[in-house]
């Protein structure tokens, strides 16, 4: 990374993007916050963030914006957006793009690059973030983090040509979130990485909608507790099958960690809550057809995934 410190644009200033845009302001980053219905409060409040780690933090005055085209050019985009809005977003991504510019998607589930890169001008790079945090929004503005907070970067399209252009590059991203006191990798692998975070994903998203429970619920009762392993050994399944490999005894790890975090409502809880369309593509639909086109069925994410259309469909009216 150079000495000069890059100029970092925000899309989308919800819970994830609040969260690390704020944390990267802090550290003295040029951050600017694109906003769409929360723009008025946080223009006029500002942006806090009410973290059991990093203890009460606030952004006052913000760079905030409500239209892209408002913005300085930005060398580095986070786009914390839902991947339910990433065709609407690509026209606004361009446009807040420096040249060269770094775009990355700070986004669940599997092959939402894919998606998004025929979109996008050849000209920009783009990068996958996986986010390991227990983070939502509890009212405009204001941020409400409960723990871990970690982001892994992997290269996935764009100008770099050579895998040490590409490993330079998630490094630089790397590099600006370890600055900023979070915990932060470069991943050579990004498929790899997206499949690991896909099995505490897929059963924690879809069985807190589907139950109507958080983490230590869903944890401390015997048969949902044995249906998130069946769910996560068909998701680390799936990846063998694509010709993964995921780390040893990685769901006993999962199921450990879970059991020690404070209880957490995942994100698409929190969507189904607000009536918001679920991120059904990204971390079922996507996961599903890969699995398939290797031969490679998974029962049961098949049935939680129609629930789960059954219940998005209803909830949107």
């Not at 606030?58 to 760079?63: E, R, W």
């Not at 839902?82 to 361009?94: D, G, M, Q, R």
């Not at 510019?101 to 920009?124: H, Y």
């Not at 694509?242 to 769901?251: C, D, K, Q, S, V």
Request: negative net charge; contains cysteine.
């Amino acid at each position: 990374m150079s000495s000069s410190k890059p100029r970092i644009g925000i899309i989308g200033t919800g819970a994830i993007g609040g969260f690390y845009g704020l944390m990267l302001a802090r550290a003295g980053f040029d951050v600017h916050f694109l906003l769409r219905s929360e723009y008025d409060a946080v223009a006029a409040r500002g942006l806090q963030l009410n973290s059991a780690v990093h203890g009460a933090q606030a952004l006052f005055p913000v760079q905030a914006y409500r239209d892209a085209a408002q913005m300085p050019p930005c060398d580095w985009l986070l786009v914390g957006a839902k991947t339910t809005s990433n065709a609407a977003l690509a026209p606004v991504i361009a446009q807040a793009a420096a040249p060269g510019a770094k775009v990355v998607l700070l986004q669940n589930g599997l092959a939402v690059e894919d998606a998004l890169r025929p979109l996008l001008p050849e000209s920009l790079h783009l990068l996958g973030g996986l986010c390991y945090i227990c983070v939502h929004r509890s009212e405009p503005g204001v941020v409400e983090h409960q723990s871990l907070g970690a982001v892994n970067l992997g290269y996935h399209s764009g100008p770099a040509l050579d895998d040490a252009q590409r490993q330079a590059l998630t490094e630089e991203g790397s590099a600006l979130f370890k600055a900023a006191g979070i915990d932060s990798a470069a991943v050579a692998n990004l498929d790899q990485a997206r499949w690991q975070k896909l099995v505490w994903n897929v059963p924690y998203n879809g069985l807190s909608v589907l139950l109507g429970a958080g983490t230590t619920a869903l944890m401390a009762n015997a048969d949902s507790r044995e249906l998130i392993q069946a769910i996560m050994q068909e998701v680390v399944d799936a990846a063998t099958a694509l010709g993964l490999r995921m780390p040893e005894n990685f769901i006993g790890k999962l199921m450990t960690s879970t059991d020690r975090m404070p209880d957490y409502l995942p994100s698409m809880y929190h969507d189904f809550a607000q009536k918001r369309p679920l991120e059904l593509g990204a971390i079922y639909e996507a996961p599903l057809a890969a699995a398939a086109a290797v031969g490679f069925e998974m029962p049961s994410i098949r049935a939680l995934y129609q629930a789960l259309r059954f219940i998005d469909a209803r909830n949107q009216g």
